[in-house]
Nanobody, 123 residues
Framework: VQLQASGGGLVQAGGSLRLSCAAS????????VGWFRQAPGKEREFVTCISRNGVRSSSSDSAKGRFTISGDGARNAVYLQMNSLLPEDTAVYYC?????????????????WGQGTLVTVSS
């Protein structure tokens, strides 16, 4: 599964961005889709996930109340709506999928990864 994450960019603190994750040549039906992020000099960390059945997992503490994961009806794409962005949200954001079980919060829970999209939040 080839994934494409997009929608990153430069935004001022307090602003919003919507990231998209799509699979090349196919939909994301049947996949659990997770978002992770990696800030400069830090390890990649889990942000949130939506299961194959459309159930949203618990988000990381940093994302709760500000970030929302969703999918369109046909699962052509999965989105990460990010509001009230903070400079510490600056990172490369990755989407990842797995076709079994439910959502996971570890990198090893996922089978395929997109290339990442850079989000930069200025203060």
């Amino acid at each position: 599964v080839q994934l494409q994450a997009s929608g990153g960019g430069l935004v001022q603190a307090g602003g919003s961005l919507r990231l998209s994750c799509a699979a090349s040549g196919r939909t994301l039906n049947g996949y659990n889709v997770g978002w992770f992020r990696q800030a400069p000099g830090k390890e990649r960390e889990f942000v949130t996930c939506i299961s194959r059945n459309g159930v949203r997992s618990s988000s990381s503490d940093s994302a709760k109340g500000r970030f929302t994961i969703s999918g369109d009806g046909a699962r052509n794409a999965v989105y990460l709506q990010m509001n009230s962005l903070l400079p510490e949200d600056t990172a490369v954001y990755y989407c990842a999928v797995r076709s079994w079980g439910g959502c996971g919060s570890r990198m090893s829970d996922y089978d395929w990864w997109g290339q990442g999209t850079l989000v930069t939040v200025s203060s």
